[in-house]
């Protein structure tokens, strides 16, 4: 999963007693540089937090307020609720819409396990559609066979940084009033037709893990939504579902986001779009570089999107063993996903068996994800194809 993107993918030997792997310049060329980007900001950052910790804003305070205030209006939405992570923005988020018990929620086996579990922490049952062979995102023909009176919900996840085909999802859940949920943990900054990610359904969500394109140090989430009332029921469900200090109106959670965090992200936000830029550049050279090679199948860019890149996926036949020959030549290759979602032994509750998912399953067999990081130099690429044709 993504998560390895910070701490594990430094070192792909840990545990295993080998050395690391250093390619043929000597060095390894991590999955994400997240010290790079920090050494890039430092003394912003440093600022901003020795600013919470001398006034003591630990939890929330004024700058996660500012942060939101300003992640809003990046995503075109009204307004940002900051969490303590994406899996509470997507458990709050479907708490804020009223799906419960008895309540069917469609989405897609390819996604990290966090839409699916978020779904199944309210009690309601996950419906998974199968994917376009394309855009590795929900296919919207998949979606109208399996609704059912019990369908409330529509999650399209916004995969590896492009936004699900997102009209014909809006259409189906306004003829059959279904509520959308965008999770857009991996698309800050996506785009669909000119409309942003978190802009599009009834509410949104994203994550602010450390890899993600605007990580925070920590977990991080926000909520986002155009719709007052369901602001106001996120905020209350962050904080104990406190209407006023010593009234509670709803059974809530500790989900707040931290001050720190807070401060992180705001400063990050100034940085975002010369980031996406930047990983966007990235993604055209690997295609430029690639596009000659028979065995690789580089990301498509559907025409209506702008794809934020948080992950580069390359397919290819013989990917085990390519992710192992990258790997061992000191290149921190990752796959997301190896295992759909419905093949996970914690999922087999759902009650779906290997085969059902056809196009999932083959794209989870031919996955590699490369280093795209915004700071990732010419050099760091020209040697990240070097190796990846020597593994073929
Ligand atoms: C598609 C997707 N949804 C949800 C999440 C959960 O976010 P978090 O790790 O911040 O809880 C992630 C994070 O990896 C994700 O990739």
């Not at 709050?92 to 199944?120: Q, R």
């Not at 943990?185 to 602010?208: L, N, P, T, V, W």
Request: aromatic residues 10%; hydrophobic residues 40%.
């Amino acid at each position: 999963m993504i998560n390895e993107a910070c701490n594990k993918i430094d070192d792909p030997n840990k545990g295993t007693g080998k050395t690391i792997a250093v390619g043929r310049f000597g060095y390894m060329i991590p999955f994400v540089d997240l010290k790079a980007q920090y050494r890039s900001i430092k003394n912003e950052i440093d600022e901003a937090i020795q600013e919470v910790l001398e006034n003591a804003w630990f939890v929330l305070g004024p700058r996660t307020a500012d942060f939101e205030r300003l992640f809003a209006a990046y995503t075109g939405a009204r307004y940002a609720v900051g969490v303590s992570s994406g899996t509470s923005a997507l458990h709050l988020a479907l708490l804020t819409a009223g799906i419960g018990p008895g309540d069917e929620v469609i989405t897609t086996p390819f996604t990290f396990v966090a839409t699916v579990a978020s779904i199944m922490y309210v009690g309601a049952k996950p419906i998974l559609v199968d994917i376009d062979p394309v855009t590795y995102n929900i296919n919207p023909a998949g979606i109208e066979e399996v609704l059912s009176p019990q369908t409330k919900a529509i999650i399209p996840v916004h995969l590896y940084g492009q936004c699900a085909d997102m009209d014909p999802i809006l259409n189906i859940a306004n003829r059959y009033k279904l509520l959308v949920i965008e999770d857009a943990a991996q698309a800050h900054g996506a785009e669909y037709k000119g409309r942003r990610a978190g802009s599009m359904g009834d509410i949104a969500c994203f994550s602010f893990y450390p890899g993600k394109n605007l990580g925070a140090y920590g977990e991080g989430g926000a909520v986002v939504t155009s719709n007052p009332d369901y602001t106001r029921r996120v905020m209350m469900l962050r904080d104990w579902g406190m209407e006023r200090k010593n009234q509670y109106d709803l059974i809530g959670f500790n989900a707040r986001m931290h001050g720190i965090q807070g401060a992180v992200l705001k400063v990050k936000m100034k940085y975002i779009e010369q980031w996406t830029e930047a990983r966007r550049r990235n993604a055209e050279k690997y295609n430029q570089l690639l596009k000659e090679v028979e065995e690789v199948t580089t990301p498509t860019e559907a025409e209506y999107a702008r794809h934020v890149y948080h992950v580069y996926v390359i397919r290819v036949k013989n990917r085990d063993q390519v992710h192992k020959k990258l790997v061992e030549s000191g290149i921190g290759a990752g796959i997301h996903y190896p295992i759909p979602v419905h093949m996970q032994k914690g999922y087999s509750i759902l009650g779906y068996e290997a085969g059902r998912f056809p196009v999932a399953e083959k794209v989870a067999g031919e996955v590699i994800s490369l280093p795209i990081y915004p700071e990732l130099t010419d050099e760091q690429i020209n040697e990240v194809v070097a190796s990846l044709k020597s593994s073929l």
